[in-house]
């Protein structure tokens, strides 16, 4: 949402919706005092603050039926999120398209967060999982090349792969394991939380776009901003799922130049906390956007997710 603009038609994110979203609308004190975006986002702002002003206006008229179905059908499922958090809990894997379209209307601000990030971890640990199986092949094969072993058509074949998906080269092994890796779900989850208002964006409603990355290509679905400068063409990428988002935002991570410094301290073993230091170019907020993300990790103990586990208990909603 709030990104510097790159050369990667799918890799700039626009402004983020958490100065107005989390605390016009989720009412987060400590997110409140975080200072304004820089000038040039203002338009972007402007347009989400209005719209969540409005959806405050009309709130206690709306029943948030959809938001308030999922919650009982967590609650049956005994999907407990302080339970989660604690590490007391597996996390199931769930199976759902996209985030309830009425979360706009929920006046409770915990039940609000809790299917937020109830909804979006599953989806998140699936994704790392995918990641985690290509990675261990990775390796598998940088200790066959170091034993002198040949490699089969096969593990050519999926080397090749891999490195076309990860955009570098399939001879430097050490790169693509630099750039095939997950990302922390602490990370995640505050990141999608700050870009997206806690899922309430238009973006999100109208195409599941969770980070608003920027597209300009004719092979993207994608959403017209309101605010959009004249003379701009670019639209707001819009996506299938909510999964299929998380996976386009892992794969910028993991991809473009503007991010080789959080590869690096993510391959040296540093927390999802620690590598926010290192998504200043991710907004233009600079390292106010990174005190952003920061304050959400602190405010809902995120670091906690970080070693959470999936269960292998299948939780289908249909949505």
Same mark, same amino acid.
Request: hydrophobic share 45%; aromatic share 6%.
């Given at each position: 949402?709030?990104?510097?603009?790159?050369?990667?038609?799918?890799?700039?994110?626009r402004v983020a919706l958490a100065f107005a979203a989390a605390a016009v609308a989720l009412g987060l004190g400590a997110l409140a005092a975080v200072a304004p975006p820089a000038p040039q986002?203002?338009?972007?702002?402007?347009?989400?603050?209005?719209? !969540?002003?409005?959806?405050?206006? /009309?709130?206690? #008229?709306?029943?948030?039926?959809?938001?308030?179905?999922? +919650?009982?059908?967590?609650?049956?499922?005994?999907?407990?999120?302080?339970?989660?958090?604690?590490?007391?809990?597996?996390?199931?894997?769930?199976?759902?398209?996209?985030?309830?379209?009425?979360? /706009?209307?929920?006046?409770?601000?915990?039940?609000?967060?809790?299917?937020?990030?109830?909804?979006?971890?599953?989806?998140?640990?699936?994704?790392?999982?995918?990641?985690?199986?290509?990675? #261990?092949?990775?390796?598998?094969?940088? +200790? #066959? @090349?170091?034993?002198?072993?040949?490699?089969?058509?096969?593990?050519?074949? *999926?080397?090749? =792969?891999?490195?076309?998906?990860? #955009?570098?080269?399939?001879?430097?092994?050490?790169?693509?394991?630099?750039?095939?890796?997950? !990302?922390?779900?602490?990370?995640?989850?505050?990141?999608?939380?700050?870009?997206?208002?806690?899922?309430?964006?238009?973006?999100?409603?109208?195409?599941? @776009?969770?980070?608003?990355?920027?597209?300009?290509? =004719?092979?993207?679905?994608?959403?017209?901003?309101?605010?959009?400068?004249?003379?701009?063409?670019?639209?707001?990428?819009?996506?299938?799922?909510?999964?299929?988002?998380?996976?386009?935002?892992?794969?910028?991570?993991?991809?473009?130049?503007?991010?080789?410094?959080?590869?690096?301290?993510? @391959?040296?073993?540093?927390?999802?906390?620690?590598?926010?230091?290192?998504?200043?170019?991710?907004?233009?907020?600079? /390292?106010?956007?990174?005190?952003?993300?920061?304050?959400?990790?602190?405010?809902?103990?995120?670091?906690?997710?970080?070693?959470? *586990?999936?269960?292998?208990? /299948?939780?289908?909603?249909?949505r």
């Open positions: 949402m709030t990104s510097t603009t790159f050369p990667d038609a799918s890799a700039r994110p986002a203002k338009l972007a702002v402007i347009e989400n603050v209005r719209e !969540v002003r409005t959806a405050k206006a /009309v709130a206690p #008229k709306v029943v948030p039926e959809e938001s308030l179905a999922l +919650a009982a059908r967590f609650d049956a499922e005994g999907y407990d999120w302080d339970a989660v958090l604690a590490g007391n809990q597996e996390v199931p894997s769930l199976v759902m398209k996209s985030l309830p379209k009425d979360l /706009v209307h929920l006046q409770n601000v915990d039940l609000k967060k809790s299917l937020f990030f109830r909804t979006l971890l599953p989806l998140a640990l699936q994704i790392n999982a995918d990641i985690e199986a290509d990675r #261990k092949h990775l390796l598998a094969l940088k +200790a #066959k @090349a170091a034993a002198g072993e040949p490699f089969s058509a096969r593990d050519s074949r *999926r080397l090749a =792969d891999l490195a076309r998906a990860y #955009k570098t080269e399939p001879e430097n092994i050490e790169e693509l394991l630099l750039r095939v890796d997950g !990302v922390p779900p602490s990370l995640m989850l505050a990141q999608a939380a700050e870009e997206s208002g806690w899922g309430t964006s238009r973006f999100v409603r109208e195409g599941n @776009a969770l980070f608003g990355q920027w597209t300009w290509s =004719d092979d993207h679905s994608g959403i017209v901003p309101a605010a959009r400068d004249e003379g701009e063409t670019h639209k707001i990428r819009a996506f299938a799922s909510v999964k299929g988002a998380i996976a386009a935002y892992v794969r910028n991570l993991n991809t473009h130049a503007a991010y080789e410094r959080f590869r690096l301290q993510r @391959a040296l073993g540093a927390s999802g906390y620690d590598l926010t230091a290192t998504l200043d170019k991710y907004s233009e907020r600079g /390292v106010k956007y990174v005190d952003t993300l920061r304050t959400i990790m602190q405010a809902n103990n995120l670091a906690a997710l970080d070693q959470a *586990r999936l269960s292998k208990e /299948v939780l289908v909603v249909r």
